[in-house]
């Protein structure tokens, strides 16, 4: 349920087209959905301005089908999270709309694609930028969650600091952002890099990818914690949905 459904829904009851029971039992299940095993925040979109996101990961298949499946009932688009392949099939089987991106291991239901008319672009935009080609996956994450919530995003990739000439190329594009993701494994030194070069907000992503001292991006997650650049904020090691959705807010 969404700021729009019930807003549709009161205008429904005022020009008499539903019964006041009918909308009643319309909106019984908020604030929350009870599934024994997850309560269902359907309250949350009125809350956030997004529905809730759904982290598939540790959850048995069959739960996170009947949990997307539950969300679908109550909102238009859903996102959700970590969702591996074959749970991903199993979702699509079970709830229409469906697109499902492998390398972001995200999957959205859009229950309104397609009816409704694109937006012109906005010039106001959200920037993701990675070091390397092994953080496509949590960069694509970003990229995608900021995308889904409604921001123009940019991308551009591999160009971390072994390079800094690649970075350079991208500049008048990175100048024109106006917010940044930008996501880093090993030394994690990117993001300092993008920082000292730009007026607008970074949004700092360690990632996982590494080997050695690099402790599964530990390292990488000190180092942007501990940047000279002002205006940087880090988000948690492999976190690129939080830095998509963060980036969406400071965008919007």
């Known amino acids: 349920m969404d700021n729009k459904r019930i807003k549709t829904l009161l205008e429904k009851v005022k020009s008499g087209k539903v019964p006041v029971d009918e909308a009643l039992n319309s909106l019984r299940t908020l604030p929350y959905d009870e599934l024994g095993y997850a309560k269902l925040d359907v309250h949350r979109g009125i809350r956030t301005g997004f529905p809730e996101v759904v982290f598939c990961q540790g959850k048995t298949c069959e739960q996170s089908v009947e949990i997307v499946k539950r969300l679908a009932g109550h909102h238009s688009k859903v996102l959700a999270t970590r969702v591996a392949p074959d749970v991903a099939e199993r979702i699509a089987e079970a709830v229409k709309g469906c697109t499902y991106h492998s390398q972001a291991r995200i999957l959205i239901v859009d229950r309104q694609r397609g009816k409704t008319k694109k937006a012109a672009p906005d010039k106001k935009y959200v920037m993701v930028l990675c070091a390397g080609t092994a953080d ?32 350079l190329d991208q500049r008048d594009r990175i100048m024109q952002a106006n917010v940044l993701v930008v996501v880093a494994g090993m030394e994690g030194a990117l993001p300092s890099v993008v920082g000292g070069m730009v007026s607008c907000p970074v949004i700092a992503v360690p990632t996982s990818i590494g080997y050695g001292a690099s402790f599964g991006g530990l390292a990488a997650l000190l180092a942007m914690l501990n940047s000279c650049a002002a205006g940087v904020a880090v988000m948690n090691i492999d976190n690129g949905f939080g830095a998509g959705y963060f980036a969406h807010i400071v965008n919007r």
């Not at 996956?137 to 995003?153: C, D, F, K, W, Y």
């Not at 991308?155 to 800094?164: F, I, K, M, N, T």
């Open 136 to 167: 496509l996956p949590v960069a694509e994450e970003a990229a995608i969650t900021a995308e889904v919530m409604g921001s123009r995003v940019e991308r551009s990739y591999d160009v971390g600091v072994a390079g800094l000439h690649r970075l």
